[in-house]
């Protein structure tokens, strides 16, 4: 089992950063991948980015793509999603997944924990 707990969501101003972090609990974190997703109201949850289990590979969604970095702490079971230039449309709820599996994803189906997700508000 593996539990998620996102922090270091908030309001921010557009054009301003924040950090996310998820600490997961859980012998097994350090050898699946993790992903972050997020839910806008009255919208489908999308996909942000994903590591692998090592950190060599991440990917990307195009909307984030060159404001978002995605990177992990395995020896504190921690994963992070530092975010820039943040517009008013990555107002959300962001939420941490993991899997069991080594290699990245940015399929949500494939993921087999959620944490309860945090808030992030960008004002214009």
């Known amino acids: 089992q593996v539990q998620l707990v996102e922090s270091g969501g908030g309001l921010v101003q557009a054009g301003g950063s924040l950090r996310l972090s998820c600490a997961a609990s859980?012998?097994?974190?350090?050898?699946?991948?993790m992903g972050w997703f997020r839910q806008a109201p009255g919208k489908e949850r999308e996909f942000v980015a994903t590591?692998?289990?090592?950190?060599?590979?991440?990917y990307y969604a195009d909307s984030v793509k060159g404001r978002a970095t995605i990177s992990r702490d395995n020896a504190k079971n921690t994963v992070y999603l530092q975010m820039s230039s943040l517009k008013p449309e990555d107002t959300a709820v962001y939420y941490c997944?993991?899997?069991?599996?080594?290699?990245?994803?940015?399929?949500?189906?494939?993921?087999?924990?959620w944490g309860q997700g945090t808030q992030v508000t960008v004002s214009s």
């Open positions: 997944a993991a899997r069991h599996t080594a290699f990245a994803s940015d399929n949500a189906r494939l993921y087999d924990y």
């Open positions: 859980g012998r097994t974190f350090s050898s699946g991948s």
């Open positions: 590591i692998s289990s090592s950190g060599r590979t991440t």
